[in-house]
């Protein structure tokens, strides 16, 4: 226990100085990432406020996360970038904060790219910079009720992401005398030679681009009329998948269950302008706990995947989620796949195959009944993969339930009434810290299959569920009592249903 808390003390001490006593001091009576709420296979800042994933970029062997981030309270306020590195996505390890507000306003979301050609001249050839391409936002500005207060700002590291500076022209994108106008994501445009940065401008995203990360000429807009429209767009990413291009918008408030949600559109783009397959709008997740997720650039060749992770919250409640030392958490990273369901690309995604070095022990499941019990008194941290079997016709309604020997429980399952898979999370533990934290969170489902799989990460306060390998998903938060180590299937209807598969318990990844 001593030898973990000099750990954090020294960890502590880089990421905020200033914060150094009072942390050491609050942390002495816990164990290590052992305080109630806090999730064990998922990242979060040791301490204090943390939003956005921003400048996600795999480099010489490291996946990088910066996050947006306020190191001196649990609530959102001037925006630095966090820092953490991990060589598989799934242990991190924390580094002090990279970049600070300074005399243009605070750091908002970006990216960075890797910069190989030294196109910016801002490192050397045989040692090409990272370039963080981020948002500045200025707060007095704003309040003066100015409208050109957000504009495009770049940093440069030669040192692998250890240290930044600023570039000294900044900004390098003017405001164009629009109020929203955020979150540049940028990559390297192979077939022209560019760079394309794609910015969420309110209702819309522009894409520009740029020969150096230094100058940036407009080249399209896209959205207008376009995916939801009931908030402003965010964190935008425009990412290349086979022989089509996938376009992510965040959106708050606006998404299908409430407050903030990820849409996407699958189609075209040639180096200006982007056109989607048709005029659907659809979600990434349709739990209310993804938000402002983006993807890894610079993944190598070899690998080929396209890897994603999210912002585990929602701004309807994000800052009065009941845990006192730190607020929020990340998503696992997923992968992304482009499925064809009836003629159409859909979006699917799963957990990275790094997350199963966290298997421990195993149970397997073979029942069949109108109630089905999968887990007794079993694991708090879990990977379930099942597959729920109709012994009947077909697959109606059925529930899982996850719970504790509190009676906190939480609900999910298929619906046949609303034609939808659902999550339910009333009952789930403290749910009084908002009105909109609770109620049925709704995926309408074309349920056609006597079968449905189903993979289940759950953690002590978060579940991730992939339906039909990620054609549909869902996350959502909740707070239990205490952690869940219970898991039954029921049916209302009088055909038994049959659940197949394996449950793996989990190893955290703080106290490893
Ligand atoms: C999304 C967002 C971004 C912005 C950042 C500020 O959650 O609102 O648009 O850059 O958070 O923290």
């Keep these: ?126 040692n090409p910079p990272l370039i963080a391409i981020y948002t500045y936002h200025h707060p007095e500005m704003a309040e003066q009720g100015k409208i050109d207060y957000q504009y495009q700002g770049i940093a440069y590291s030669t040192d692998k992401g250890r240290t930044w500076a600023k570039y000294e022209n900044n900004p ?51 959205g207008f009329e376009l995916g939801g429209h009931g908030g402003v767009w ?37 180096g200006k302008s982007f056109t989607p397959q048709d005029e659907e709008t659809r979600w990434i997740d349709m739990g209310r706990d993804n938000y402002a997720g983006v993807t890894w650039s610079n993944v190598p060749e070899e690998d080929g995947r396209v890897l994603f992770l999210g912002w585990m919250s929602n701004w309807n409640y994000a800052q009065v ?13 997923r992968t992304f796949e482009l499925k064809t369901m009836e003629g159409k690309h859909i979006l699917a995604s799963y957990p990275v195959k790094e997350l199963e070095q966290l298997r421990g022990e195993s149970m397997t499941v073979n029942a069949s009944g109108t109630t089905v019990d999968l887990m007794k008194g079993g694991y708090q941290l ?61 995926a309408p489902f074309d349920l056609n299959s006597k079968e449905m799989s189903l993979r289940v990460l759950m953690d002590v306060g978060s579940v991730e569920i992939f339906v039909n390998g990620g054609e549909l998903v869902m996350t959502s938060l909740y707070f239990p009592s205490s952690p869940f180590t219970n898991a039954q299937l029921v049916t209302k209807n009088p055909q038994p249903i049959k659940a197949e598969g394996t449950i793996y318990k989990l190893k955290g990844i703080w106290n490893r």
């Design 234 to 270: 965010e964190c935008p990413d425009l990412i290349k998948m086979g022989d089509k291009w996938v376009l992510l918008v965040s959106i708050n408030p606006g998404g299908p269950n409430g407050g903030s949600a990820t849409q996407y559109f699958v189609g075209d783009f040639d």
């Design 382 to 442: 879990a990977d379930m993969n099942l597959t729920v079997i109709s012994e009947g016709e077909a697959l109606g309604q059925f529930e899982l339930l996850l719970f504790n020997n509190d009676a906190d429980t939480l609900r999910f399952g298929y619906s046949e009434e609303s034609q939808s898979f659902y999550i339910n999370r009333d009952a789930a533990g403290n749910n009084e810290f908002s009105e909109e934290f609770n109620g049925d969170q709704l």
């Design 172 to 222: 390098v994108l003017p405001n164009p005398g629009i109020k929203d106008f955020r979150d540049p994501k940028v990559f390297w445009y192979e077939e022209g030679q560019k760079w394309v940065m794609s910015l969420a401008v309110l209702d819309h995203i522009t894409f520009y681009s740029s020969p150096d990360l230094k100058s940036w000429t407009k080249e399209s807009d896209f």
């Design 321 to 333: 989620v009941p845990t006192e030392k730190w607020r929020s958490a990340m998503t696992v990273a």
């Design 1 to 126: 226990m001593k030898k973990i808390v000099l750990g954090l003390f020294i960890i502590t001490a880089a990421c905020s100085q200033k914060k150094e006593e009072q942390i050491v001091v609050e942390v002495e009576n816990v164990s290590y990432y052992g305080e109630q709420h806090r999730l064990q296979f998922h990242f979060s800042p040791e301490a204090h406020w943390m939003n956005d994933p921003n400048g996600m970029v795999y480099y010489e062997g490291e996946y990088h996360l910066f996050y947006q981030y306020y190191p001196d309270s649990t609530v959102w306020g001037p925006m630095h970038w966090g820092h953490a590195v991990s060589t598989d996505m799934v242990s991190w390890e924390h580094l002090p904060v990279a970049l600070y507000p300074d005399d243009l306003g605070y750091i908002f979301s970006g990216s960075v790219v890797v910069d190989k050609n030294n196109t910016s001249g801002l490192g050397t050839a045989e």
